[in-house]
């Protein structure tokens, strides 16, 4: 009777420890969910010139810069990596080649893209940048792993309302063909979908707002692009929300 009753137990102890060891599997393997948080990393490219790398401002000033630094102080986005192709001076073409040889992979959450003014200043044929710009926002919709959601486009700068603008013979030209420029990447951008922001008018607030020009008389200043960024950062948290 004593042995039938030990056996009993044991055969009871051993049930129990299985299911106890069945329940500690099932927590173990629980797949845990996957959703963008603060140790996520998102990657952000940068395109354009002077007005994308920040000229005559400090090197955390520029906008991507900036936009950078507002991401990392959410309490969602800290883990921000950032690229930049872009150079004082650049036209389109120079872009495009840039690119070429920096061969960006599609691995970007953002992309923004400014670029033209170099065209107009040098008096680059408008179709060159008809041509260009189009190709320069599909490229990237691919670095932006083919969502043309993440690509925003900004306007071009008036750099007429400017010191050294208002010393050049015409500075009414230079609005009117940038409006040109602006026009026509506008409309492109709304036809393929591509978000397109309006910046120029902080610009042309210049020869109102002198801190909205830096020390060298032509580009935006630090304040300038924290306006950038103002139109920027709820655009960005919105693309990255919805991920």
């Known amino acids: 009777m004593q042995k039938t009753f030990t056996c009993i137990v044991t055969l009871l102890l051993s049930l129990a420890l299985l299911s106890c060891s069945a329940e500690g599997k099932k927590i173990k393997n629980t797949p845990q969910q996957t959703s963008t948080s603060s140790g996520s990393q998102i990657n952000y490219l940068a395109l354009g010139d002077s007005y994308t790398i920040g000229q005559s401002v400090c090197t955390t000033c520029s906008f991507p810069e900036q936009l950078k630094e507002r991401l990392a102080t959410s309490s969602k986005y800290k883990n921000i990596k950032l690229d930049i192709i872009a150079r004082t001076g650049w036209t389109s073409t120079n872009l495009n080649a840039a690119i070429q040889v920096a061969k960006p992979t599609p691995t970007y959450d953002i992309v923004t893209v400014l670029i033209g003014v170099n065209n107009q200043f040098q008096r680059v044929d408008f179709s060159v940048y ?19 959601n993440k690509v925003i486009v900004l306007s071009i700068p008036d750099y007429a309302y400017s010191p050294y603008g208002q010393s050049s013979s015409d500075p009414a030209k230079i609005s009117f063909e940038l409006d040109r420029y602006n026009a026509y990447a506008k409309t492109y951008c709304e036809k393929e979908g591509i978000t397109f922001i309006n910046i120029t008018d902080i610009t042309r607030q210049g020869l109102q707002n002198p801190k909205l020009i830096s020390e060298d008389g032509l580009h935006p200043s630090s304040l300038a692009y924290s306006l950038f960024t103002d139109q920027l950062y709820p655009l960005v948290i919105s693309k990255l929300d919805q991920n």
């Open 130 to 148: 008809e041509k260009e710009f189009a190709s320069l926002v599909q490229q990237s919709i691919i670095f932006a792993k083919g969502n043309k």
